[in-house]
């Protein structure tokens, strides 16, 4: 099992751009999570999904959007990238036993 | 407000001192306790978990942390450390009814010098 794979690892973005964030999982996860993770900040819940073609919103939604059309598949789109949103981003699936399974993160710098 | 404190944002100390790091927790009602361990570059990797039962949690890598519900405290602790054990770790809970959503602390940064 590979678990939880994100794409790209690192992308720089202009501002104004758009991009989107891939998170892949093959834990059969039903609930799953994106967070950013700022320094001194900790990690800030974005959006969450319940199971396909549910999400929600989580502490700090705004500039993102989210879509769960697959069990697998947790892609996170940035419309208009603002250098607020310079960060790091993590995909993680809830398991059976309550924990969360992270990928490996996501480095993103808006320019 | 439900929220997360870690006491310190920064340790450093030496090989085989002892590790204690503090978290508090602001939540009603039954709550689900973790720490987590982020090595320099990697992603955050579960120490160990409460979630009812023995308040006296052991985890991976020579990890413990008490629950003490009547301080909200989680504090994690290491006998002796390692330079190995460098790492940010972070403090996170949850309540059974908020659909697995985690909240963190800010998170402590670890460096143990040889």
């Known amino acids: 099992n590979a678990g939880v794979t994100q794409t790209p690892k690192f992308r720089i973005l202009k501002i104004g751009q758009s991009m989107t964030l891939q998170c892949t999982q093959d834990?059969?996860?039903?609930?799953m999570y994106w967070y950013r993770q700022d320094p001194g900040m900790g990690l800030k819940l974005i959006y969450y999904?319940?199971?396909?073609?549910?999400?929600d919103k989580g502490e700090v939604p705004n500039g993102y959007n989210v879509s769960r059309s697959t069990t697998e598949d947790f892609p996170l789109r940035l419309e208009l990238a603002a250098p607020s949103q310079t960060s790091v981003y993590f995909c993680?699936?809830?398991?059976?036993?309550?924990?969360?399974?992270f990928g490996e993160g996501s480095r993103l710098t808006v320019l | 407000a439900q929220s997360v404190s870690q006491h310190n944002h920064h340790v450093i100390l030496s090989e085989a001192a002892s590790l204690e790091l503090g978290c508090n927790y602001s939540?009603?009602?039954?709550?689900?306790l973790f720490w987590y361990v982020q090595y320099p570059g990697q992603h955050l990797q579960l120490l160990l978990k409460?979630?009812?039962?023995?308040?006296l949690v052991k985890g991976i890598k020579g990890f413990e942390a008490e629950f003490i519900k009547s301080k909200f405290s989680f504090n994690l602790r290491k006998p002796s450390v390692q330079w190995s054990d460098t790492a940010e770790y972070f403090c996170?809970?949850?309540?059974?009814?908020?659909?697995?959503?985690?909240?963190f602390g800010a998170g402590t940064q670890v460096v143990v010098t040889p």
């Open positions: 996170a809970a949850m309540t059974t009814d908020s659909w697995g959503k985690l909240q």
């Open positions: 999904s319940v199971g396909a073609g549910i999400t």
């Open positions: 834990m059969n996860h039903n609930y």
């Open positions: 939540y009603g009602g039954t709550v689900n």
């Open positions: 409460y979630f009812s039962g023995d308040p």
């Open positions: 993680a699936g809830k398991g059976g036993t309550g924990e969360l399974f």
